[in-house]
């Protein structure tokens, strides 16, 4: 049940826990750096950066955190609903990205929110994107989030995957950047409902991920499929840096750089 902002930063700093915890048991050696910043202005908030690099499964994993509060600039206030009275707001989310060693493992991104401003929504989704053609496995992976979206409402998992397969794409290629998955915002009515949905959103994205990884890890890969991966992380790159949400709200928000950019594979080709 929601009861207050505090909770839902709680939630998400357990969250994170619980996911490096678990990466790192398909590593063992490699273990993830955490890293804390704060905001330009120390009263304002700040996060911590989670990443793990070069194991023997992941080449990258970033998982972060973050609260920060303040007053937007007057003309990015204009895109956030609530603010036409008052450009305060108050923020706090997770992000995860996940760049996999071996590219027969897809790239897996999830993030989940809360926002405040004149108004409260929750927002957030998971997507994949592989770098080889697998029916089964986008069929299951939709299959999963579906089961997870209908517990909620029906319509649910319709509407995200629409909103998912709109904003994940690349209109410079006209082409999508994955297999979709699904993608919400301003989720308003409700906040109980809403607080207790993101917390599946969240768990059920460490149930695919584990899934995923586990069920491909093992596979045999060559240079020809690597450097398809690379090519496909490129595209990847593109979207976060032209077209991301986040990417924009945290640069307008005086956040902090190296979080912003956490998402970025290490290595990439064109």
């Not at 603010?83 to 989940?112: E, Q, Y």
Request: charged residues 30%; aromatic residues 16%; hydrophobic residues 35%.
């Amino acid at each position: 049940m929601y009861k207050n902002k505090k909770e839902v930063e709680t939630w998400f700093r357990y969250l994170r826990d619980l996911i490096c915890n678990e990466f790192e048991k398909f590593e063992k050696k490699t273990k993830f750096k955490k890293k804390k910043w704060r905001r330009k202005k120390l009263s304002s908030g700040g996060g911590e950066i989670s990443i793990l690099r070069d194991g023997k499964v992941f080449e990258k994993v970033g998982v972060n955190i973050s609260t920060v509060f303040g007053s937007f600039d007057k003309k990015f206030s204009k895109q956030i609903p609530g603010t036409s009275k008052s450009r305060k707001f108050w923020a706090s989310g997770i992000s995860v990205v996940i760049h996999p060693k071996n590219p027969n493992i897809p790239s897996l991104h999830f993030n989940t929110r809360y926002i405040e401003t004149g108004k409260k929504w929750f927002g957030g989704g998971i997507d994949m994107t592989p770098n080889v053609k697998n029916f089964n496995q986008k069929k299951d992976f939709h299959m999963t989030l579906k089961k997870m979206c209908d517990f909620y409402d029906k319509k649910y998992y319709k509407n995200f995957k629409i909103n998912c397969d709109k904003y994940f794409y690349l209109p410079h290629r006209n082409e999508p950047r994955g297999d979709g998955g699904i993608f919400f915002d301003y989720l308003d009515k409700d906040l109980n409902k809403n607080f207790s949905f993101i917390k599946d959103v969240g768990l059920t994205f460490l149930i695919i991920a584990r899934q995923l990884i586990k069920k491909n890890l093992k596979k045999q890969w060559n240079k020809k499929l690597k450097n398809l991966q690379l090519i496909k992380r490129a595209k990847y790159a593109e979207f976060n840096l032209l077209y991301d949400r986040g990417t924009k709200f945290g640069l307008n928000t005086d956040g902090n750089v190296e979080a912003i950019f956490m998402s970025l594979p290490p290595s990439l080709k064109w």
